[in-house]
Nanobody, 125 residues
C-alpha cells in the first residue's frame, strides 16, 4: 500500500511564495511519475503539474506555467511543488498523486492511482 503525505499548506499574501512537499511510502517511488492537482468548491479537481519518474520531463497547466515548479528527490521519496507569484485564484486544496506508469502525459486523473489527503493553500488579496 502506498501512502502519500503532503506538507502543511498555509495562508500567503498575493505575490508570495510557498513550497509544498509530498512524501511517499514504499520502495518503488522512483519507478513512477508524480503529479499535483488542486480542488476548489464547485470547480472539481484540476491538474496542476506532473513530473516523470526521474525528473527529466515536466508538464504544467497553463494557469501555473512560469510560476510553479515541480521537482522530485528520489533518494527522499519526495515530490515538491514550488509556488511563486501566487494569486488569489490559486486558493485550493492541493493534492499529490502517484502515476500508474513512469510518465502520464496530459495530466489526466485516470493516469494516477494513489492520492494524498490534500492540504489547504489560501492566497489573500
Amino acid at each position: 500500500q502506498v501512502q502519500l503525505v503532503e506538507s502543511r499548506g498555509g495562508l500567503v499574501q498575493a505575490g508570495g511564495s510557498l513550497r509544498l512537499s509530498c512524501a511517499a511510502s514504499g520502495r518503488t517511488f522512483s519507478d513512477y511519475g508524480m503529479g499535483w492537482f488542486r480542488q476548489t468548491p464547485g470547480k472539481g479537481r484540476e491538474f496542476v503539474a506532473a513530473i516523470d519518474w526521474n525528473g527529466g520531463v515536466l508538464y504544467y497547466a497553463d494557469s501555473v506555467k512560469g510560476r510553479f515548479t515541480i521537482s522530485r528527490d528520489n533518494a527522499k521519496n519526495t515530490v515538491y511543488l514550488q509556488m511563486n507569484s501566487l494569486k488569489p485564484e490559486d486558493t485550493a486544496v492541493y493534492s499529490c498523486a502517484r502515476g500508474r506508469d513512469r510518465w502520464n502525459p496530459g495530466g489526466a486523473q485516470s493516469g494516477y492511482d494513489y492520492w494524498g489527503q490534500g492540504t489547504q493553500v489560501t492566497v489573500s488579496s
